[in-house]
């Protein structure tokens, strides 16, 4: 298994708005900051109340992931996610620790 592995599971399980897949690529102490250090979310709990209204809200909410770079126990992925007509650019890194994602950083003016 590479780190990007889990990466791309979860972008899978994001696009086939399937929260509880979405959530097995993190393990139980992840955490998701934006990159100016904010905790967007810090537990599994409120990423699954998070993902659950945002893809229940969104029913066609993709992300397309243009570039990916990994290093080490890190992937960075340029992101594309698009909802409503709308469209996202983000970067978001992501450290993998045992086959999982522990934290995602993301880095985007629209957060």
């Known amino acids: 298994m590479t780190s990007h592995d889990p990466v791309q599971l979860q972008v899978d399980a994001y ?5 509880e897949a979405f959530l097995g690529c993190y393990g ?3 955490v998701i900051r934006h990159g100016d250090g904010r905790v967007l979310m810090g537990d599994k709990d409120t990423m699954r109340a998070a ?3 945002l893809f229940a809200e969104n029913p066609d909410l993709r992300a397309e992931i243009p570039n990916r770079l990994e290093v080490g ?7 594309v996610v698009t909802a409503g007509g709308r469209e996202m650019h983000a970067l978001v890194a992501y450290e993998v620790r045992d086959g999982l994602i522990h934290t995602a950083v993301m880095l985007s003016p629209d957060l």
């Open 28 to 30: 139980d102490d992840a």
């Open 15 to 19: 696009n086939a708005h399937d929260v």
């Open 51 to 53: 993902y659950t209204q």
């Open 73 to 79: 126990p890190w992937v960075v992925d340029e992101e």
